[in-house]
């Protein structure tokens, strides 16, 4: 009787779906070589596709997308954007607080006024205090009140808006034409001020002239027109929206 031969024992060997899973793969990591190659990448946003690559390979626990793992500040793989700035979250008592103590400290309550409203903070100066009549040039004391308020909240704030505004006397001639042209510079120069002198972030400010739009009392006797004519720095809680 012929001797049967003994069956081999199987070698391990892997399923047959790995050898295309394999090459899938491979070919996935070609293509993002290929395209690393061709291009100028941001290494940060490649980082953060490679990422999003070993997410959906199984490799990050669940998987993450790209957002996600662009908001992972856990893992400590990725970092910031450059370019970004970090957001500031305005504490709109201790800014109101801080600017009262100076004015109180300086004298300049009565020229200087700050009061807290549904959009932050908000500076109301007289104009005889910033500017002789018609003109556009800040006084000395003007300019150290701008200079000392810029430097004590500038770190503190998400951003500022100048607002210029007048009485309702016409204005008659002249380089300004009208109160629009007048307020509109005067909120210019404020915040080129803070800028340049006080090292306020150009990016947080905006400047806009008023005219006699926006009175605070009637236009009805001098000393009330006297306090419609003001410049306004507005220290806005939240970030505009561009």
Same mark, same amino acid.
């Given at each position: 009787?012929?001797?049967?031969?003994?069956?081999?024992?199987?070698?391990?060997?892997?399923?047959?779906?790995?050898?295309?899973?394999?090459?899938?793969?491979?070919?996935?990591?070609?293509?993002?070589?290929?395209?690393? $190659?061709?291009?100028?990448?941001? +290494?940060?946003?490649?980082?953060?596709?490679?990422?999003?690559?070993?997410?959906?390979?199984?490799?990050?626990?669940?998987?993450?997308?790209?957002?996600?793992?662009?908001?992972?500040?856990?893992?400590?793989?990725?970092?910031?954007?450059?370019?970004? !700035?970090?957001?500031?979250?305005?504490?709109?008592?201790?800014? $109101?607080?801080?600017?009262?103590? #100076?004015?109180? $400290?300086?004298?300049?309550?009565?020229?200087?006024?700050?009061?807290?409203?549904?959009?932050?903070?908000?500076?109301?100066?007289?104009?005889?205090?910033?500017?002789?009549?018609?003109?556009?040039?800040?006084?000395?004391?003007?300019?150290?009140?701008?200079?000392?308020?810029?430097?004590?909240?500038?770190?503190?704030?998400? $951003?500022?808006?100048?607002?210029?505004?007048?009485?309702?006397?016409?204005?008659?001639?002249?380089? #300004?034409?009208?109160?629009?042209?007048? !307020?509109?510079?005067?909120?210019?120069?404020?915040?080129?001020?803070?800028?340049?002198?006080?090292?306020?972030?150009?990016?947080?400010?905006?400047?806009?002239?008023?005219? !006699?739009?926006?009175?605070?009392?009637?236009?009805? +006797?001098?000393?009330?027109?006297?306090?419609?004519?003001?410049?306004?720095?507005?220290?806005?809680?939240?970030?505009?929206?561009?």
């Amino acid at each position: 009787m012929a001797r049967q031969k003994k069956p081999e024992e199987p070698g391990l060997s892997a399923p047959f779906y790995m050898g295309t899973y394999g090459d899938m793969v491979t070919l996935i990591l070609c293509f993002f070589i290929l395209l690393f $190659a061709m291009s100028s990448v941001d +290494s940060q946003k490649f980082q953060k596709a490679l990422l999003s690559l070993k997410g959906s390979l199984g490799v990050l626990r669940g998987g993450k997308t790209l957002e996600e793992a662009s908001n992972d500040t856990q893992s400590g793989e990725v970092g910031k954007d450059a370019g970004k !700035s970090k957001r500031i979250e305005m504490d709109t008592r201790h800014v $109101a607080y801080t600017l009262n103590s #100076y004015l109180r $400290a300086e004298g300049l309550d009565k020229y200087i006024h700050v009061t807290v409203n549904q959009r932050g903070v908000a500076v109301s100066i007289a104009d005889q205090f910033l500017f002789t009549s018609g003109s556009v040039e800040i006084r000395p004391e003007g300019q150290r009140a701008l200079y000392k308020i810029s430097t004590l909240v500038r770190d503190k704030v998400p $951003a500022a808006a100048v607002e210029g505004h007048t009485d309702s006397t016409p204005l008659r001639g002249g380089i #300004y034409r009208d109160n629009w042209g007048l !307020s509109s510079m005067r909120a210019a120069v404020v915040a080129s001020y803070m800028e340049t002198a006080g090292g306020f972030d150009p990016l947080k400010l905006q400047a806009v002239g008023l005219g !006699s739009n926006q009175p605070i009392v009637p236009n009805d +006797s001098p000393e009330h027109q006297a306090l419609n004519r003001r410049v306004e720095i507005v220290f806005l809680s939240e970030y505009p929206k561009r």
